[in-house]
Structure formats: structure tokens, C-alpha cells
């Protein structure tokens, strides 16, 4: 800034070596630093809008973020019904299956009981009919 204001001055001697009033070349020059106050840019200017930038691009994204959020409960929400349901029906199938095994399980339980007993009748009997032999 102090460079812009040694430069308005130096114009001021210009413009009165070229032949302006002292009035005519203050007032350009005031004209001149009126615009250079409106439309300078200052750090102090440049922090504020940096500022205001990253502020709403910070909003922006929380937004985008919340969004998304939301999206992925749903999708997560979805995915877990459904594997929910996926793991139902194979707990389903596994206890028929589990039945299914138990049932034919408790048959062969059965034809080994009676096998078992008929091997132990007929061994009786050969021995019975052994001790009635020799009697």
C-alpha cells in the first residue's frame, strides 16, 4: 500500500510537469486513490474472503457428508435384512437337517437294538439246545 501512495504522489508531479493545475492533478489523484481504497486488496480482505470460501465450502461438505450418511444407513439397513433373512432360512434348513439326521439316526439305534437282540436270542438258543443235547 505505502508503494501505491509513493506512486500517486510521484503521478501528482507528473501531471503538474505536464501542465495540469495543482487543483486538476489533486483531483485525479484523489479520484485515482478513492478507486485504488474501493477496489484494493488488502491481506485483511483476502482473510475474509478466504474465510467466507472455506466456511460454506466446510458447510457444503458436512452436507454432502450427512447425505451420504444417510445413503449408506440405508443401503447397511438393507443388506442387513437381507442377510438376516439369508441366515434364517439356512437356520431353518440346518434343524430339518438336524431332524432329518436325528430321525434316521434313532432307526438305525433301532435296527442295531433289534440285531443285537436277535444275535443274543439265537446265541441262547444254540446254547440252550446244546445243554439239552447232552442232557
Known sequence: MRQAVEEIGAMTKSLEASGFERREADATVRAIANSIEKFAVTPDVLRGILKEAIDEHRSEMIA??????????????????????????????????????????????????????????????IVGAMIVDKL
Open 64 to 125: 454432502r457428508f450427512e447425505d451420504q450418511n444417510a445413503v449408506m444407513n440405508a443401503r447397511f439397513e438393507d443388506h442387513r435384512s437381507d442377510t438376516n433373512a439369508r441366515f434364517n432360512d439356512f437356520r431353518l434348513d440346518m434343524n430339518k437337517q438336524f431332524e432329518a439326521l436325528g430321525t434316521e439316526l434313532r432307526a438305525v439305534t433301532s435296527r442295531l437294538f433289534t440285531l443285537t437282540l436277535s444275535i443274543t436270542v439265537g446265541m441262547a438258543g
